[in-house]
C-alpha cells in the first residue's frame, strides 16, 4: 500500500494504491438491453396488475430458447454429449420440467432436489455435493435406476457400498475431482492424483459400479480454467491401466458458464471498489457502470470441445457431460415491485425486499432498474430501496424513466440464477411466481 509519512513522522493513508480498472459498460450495449424490456412493458405490466406485486416473472420461452442454443453449440463439436440442468441455480420445479423437455437431465445435489427431480419424472440425474447424509445415500439408492451418484470422498464411497448392501441395490457411481486443492474448493471431491486409487476401492464394493468422472469450476468468464483442467485430467488418464480407462463411460466437465452479458458491476464491485471499502472509504458512486465481458457460448464450446479431443477422447472413449445452470435460466426470471413511498427526489421505496433474492446483490453486481409505469431512455440517480428493516434492502442507485412516483411499476430483469433459490423468509412475505 502506498503511504506518504508527514512531517511529524506518523504514517497515514493518503491514496488508494493503483489496481486493474474494471472495463466501463459499452452503454450502446445497455441501452439495447433496457429498450427490449421497456418495448414488452405492457405485457409486464399486466402480469403486475393480474398478480399483484412483488412478482417473480418466469418466462418459459427464454429458457426453451436458451437449451436449445447451448445443446447445439456443444454438439456442433461432440457426438456423444449429455447435458444436466443444474436444479441449485433456481430450483423452481417449472423451471427443471421445462427444461427436461427440452432434452436435459438433472443435476441435482440434496435430497430435496433428488425428491424435486423424482416427482417431476425425471430419469436421468446426477446426485453431486459434498456431504450427502445418510438418508441423501439411502435416497439415491431407492431411485438407482434413474440416478447416478458423483461421490465426493473415499468415506462418502464406503457409506453409499454399505447403504446399497443393506438395500440389496446397485448403484452406478462417478467420482468428484477437486479442480483447487487449496483454500475452501478443497472441500469438493478428491485430489485427480488419487482417482486410480478411488477406482480400485470402488472395485471392491460388489454393490457400486464405477462409470465415470466429474470435476467443475465456477464462475467462467472464460474457458481458461477448464482448458486448464483438461489438460491435467488428460494426462492423469494416459497414465491410468487400460483397464481402468475401459471403466470410464463418461466425464462431466461441470457449468459455471457466465451469462452473454458479461459481469455487471457497480463501482464498489470493481477491484477499485472494494479497496476503497477495506480502506473505510466510501463508494464514490460516480453513476458509471462496469461490465466484465465473457465470451460467447459458441466460442466458449469450441474451445472447450478442441481440448476434449486434444487431451481426453485421444485417450479414451466415453460420452462427455455438462452442467449448465446460470446459464440456462439467468435471463428467464424477472422482478417486478412497486413504489410504495417516495422520500424525496433521490430516494424511493419498494414494496419488495432482498429477502426475495437472498443476498445483498445490488450493493456490488449492477442491473438496470426500469420503471415500466414511466419508461424513458434516461437513468436518474435514485436510491431505489426494499422495504425490509436492514440499510442493505438496496435495489440500485438509479432508475431508468421520466419519473418515479408511488404507485410506479419497477423491474429488475434477469434476476434467474442464484437468486429465487437463495429467497429467504425474512421479515417480508415472498413473492409470487407468474409464468408465461
Not at 58 to 67: A, M, N
Not at 247 to 257: L, S
Not at 365 to 387: I, Q, T, W
Request: hydrophobic share 40%; charged share 20%.
Amino acid at each position: 500500500m502506498s503511504m506518504s509519512l508527514p512531517e511529524n513522522g506518523s504514517s497515514t493513508c493518503t491514496r488508494i494504491p493503483p489496481v486493474a480498472e474494471a472495463p466501463l459498460m459499452d452503454e450502446a450495449l445497455l441501452r439495447d438491453f433496457v429498450q427490449g424490456f421497456f418495448a414488452r412493458g405492457q405485457e409486464y405490466l399486466s402480469l403486475a396488475s393480474e398478480y399483484g406485486s412483488p412478482l417473480y416473472v418466469l418466462e418459459s420461452e427464454v429458457l426453451r430458447r436458451k437449451s436449445a442454443q447451448f445443446q447445439a453449440a456443444f454438439r456442433a463439436h461432440l457426438s456423444e454429449v449429455g447435458f444436466y440442468y443444474a436444479v441449485k441455480s433456481n430450483n423452481h420445479p417449472e423451471v427443471a420440467r421445462i427444461l427436461m423437455q427440452s432434452g436435459t437431465g438433472l443435476d441435482v445435489s440434496s435430497g430435496l432436489e433428488l425428491a424435486m427431480a423424482v416427482s417431476l419424472g425425471a430419469e436421468d440425474i446426477v446426485f453431486s455435493g459434498p456431504g450427502k447424509t445418510e438418508g441423501e445415500l439411502c435416497d439415491a439408492v431407492a431411485q438407482a435406476e434413474r440416478v447416478v451418484v458423483l461421490v465426493d470422498s473415499f468415506g462418502e464411497l464406503a457409506r453409499l457400498e454399505e447403504i446399497a448392501a443393506q438395500h440389496h441395490k446397485n448403484v452406478r457411481i462417478g467420482v468428484r475431482l477437486t479442480t483447487n486443492p487449496q483454500g475452501l474448493w478443497r472441500k469438493f471431491g478428491i485430489l485427480p492424483e488419487k482417482l486410480l486409487e478411488f477406482q480400485e476401492q470402488a472395485e471392491r464394493c460388489p454393490h457400486l459400479r464405477f462409470t465415470g468422472i466429474q470435476f467443475h469450476t465456477s464462475w467462467n468468464l472464460t474457458p481458461a480454467a477448464q482448458l486448464e483442467f483438461i489438460s491435467k485430467l488428460g494426462a492423469i488418464l494416459a497414465r491410468l491401466p487400460s483397464s481402468a480407462r475401459r471403466q470410464i463411460e463418461f466425464i462431466d466437465i461441470g457449468g459455471g458458464y457466465w451469462p452473454p452479458q458479461g459481469e455487471w458491476l457497480q463501482e464498489s464491485g470493481t477491484e477499485a471498489g472494494k479497496l476503497r471499502l477495506a480502506m473505510g472509504l466510501a463508494p464514490e458512486n460516480n453513476g458509471n457502470h462496469y461490465r466484465l465481458p465473457t465470451v460467447s457460448i459458441e466460442a466458449f464450446a469450441e474451445a472447450v470441445c478442441r481440448a476434449i479431443k486434444e487431451h481426453i477422447l485421444r485417450v479414451i472413449s466415453c460420452r462427455i457431460c455438462f452442467e449448465p445452470g446460470r446459464w440456462l435460466c439467468n435471463d428467464a426470471m424477472h422482478l417486478l415491485l412497486q413504489v410504495v413511498d417516495r422520500k424525496g427526489d433521490d430516494l424511493v421505496i419498494t414494496d419488495g425486499g432482498t429477502n426475495s433474492i437472498g443476498w445483498e446483490r445490488f450493493e456490488t453486481d449492477y442491473f438496470p432498474v426500469l420503471n415500466l409505469s414511466r419508461p424513458a431512455m434516461e437513468e436518474k440517480p435514485c436510491h431505489v430501496l426494499g422495504s425490509l428493516c436492514t440499510p442493505h434492502d438496496v435495489w440500485g442507485y438509479n432508475y431508468w424513466g421520466e419519473d418515479i412516483q408511488p404507485g410506479d411499476v419497477l423491474m429488475i430483469p434477469t434476476q434467474g440464477a442464484y437468486t429465487y433459490s437463495l429467497r429467504q423468509n425474512f421479515i417480508k412475505p415472498l413473492p409470487e411466481v407468474a409464468i408465461i
